[in-house]
């Protein structure tokens, strides 16, 4: 007897790995450095916000997030109509790939870069097309240029590169742009944007008013520290606004995430104050881990890079007997987020077991 089948290539869609919450260990404080979580707990002002939206739960959300937009408009400065929010920036890049792509279109990416892209790429029927990060960690962007053929309808620029690290500049994000047809859709995933401190880093907002083809995805997940309840924006052009907005998931912005979001905008000087705090420690843990002899990459986003090759694991079970949580891709590498100071002592001090 038949039974429904899904499409072939949902069997072929990789999982997300999430990262591992922390071991308990009697006598031991754990941290979680597995996600690139901000471990900040929320302000009371957001707290106090998503609590009056939890009175409405038996309600709809605002389905045209019309507050939320109205206060991203002030804040970035750009026009209502040049945004879409959604499920976080991992449900834009779903929607993106989606809207701009048939089945068979391509995908340009660098590699190792976020692993939701293959995800949403082969969910999508599209096909990825992995272009290996340079030794460094950083985005080769000639090569991803080469990448592109008369089936790219995509190509995702992740900067600063999740999990690498490094950042991509204004100038090697113009030569890309100056190379890929303006068909061609230019996503620039600016999930860590805030913590990036850069003379020459790419100025997201600046770049898509000069070009039809450019959009930034970013999140209020990573500096913003609302990971857990979900929303993320994209800024655009009209048209490609629009498209985002029909593909949305309706009411996937809950009243609770809308309401966080906008108190978020509202203390965005407190929180851009945290996240200054987590840029001295990461490179106050970048130091100390050049110290110790690890030549690691550029450290542009809430997290440092270990490229350990065969060593990954042992790396990792280190870490958790230390009392942290890392994340580890097998037989490459492995990401560690920058949490509490504590945390970060921990983490310099295993790493220096594997120094050299
Ligand atoms: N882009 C990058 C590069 C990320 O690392 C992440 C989260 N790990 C996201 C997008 C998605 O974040 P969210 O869906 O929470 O907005």
Redesign the pocket.
Known sequence: MSTPQPRANVAEIPPYVAGKPPTIRPGMTSYKLS??ENPYPPLPGVIEAVQAGVGAMNRYPDMGSSALYAALAETFGVPADHLSVAT????L?YQLVQAFCDPGDEVVFAWRS?E?YPIAVTAAAATAVKVPVLPDGRHDLDAMAAAVTDRTKVVLV?TPN?PTGPAVTQAELDALLARVPSHVLVVV?E??LEFVRMDDAVDGIATYRRHDNVVL?R?F?KAYGL?GI?V?YAVAPAPIAAALRALSLPFGVSTIAQAAAIASLERRDELLERVDALVAERDRVVAGLRDVGWDVPDAQGNFVWFGLGERTRDFASAADEAGIVVRPFVGEGARVSIGESEANDRLISVAAVFAG
Do not use: P
């Open positions: 996600s690139n976080g920036s991992v449900g890049i976020f939701a992740c999740n995933d999930a860590y995805t999140t997940s990971a979900r993320g």
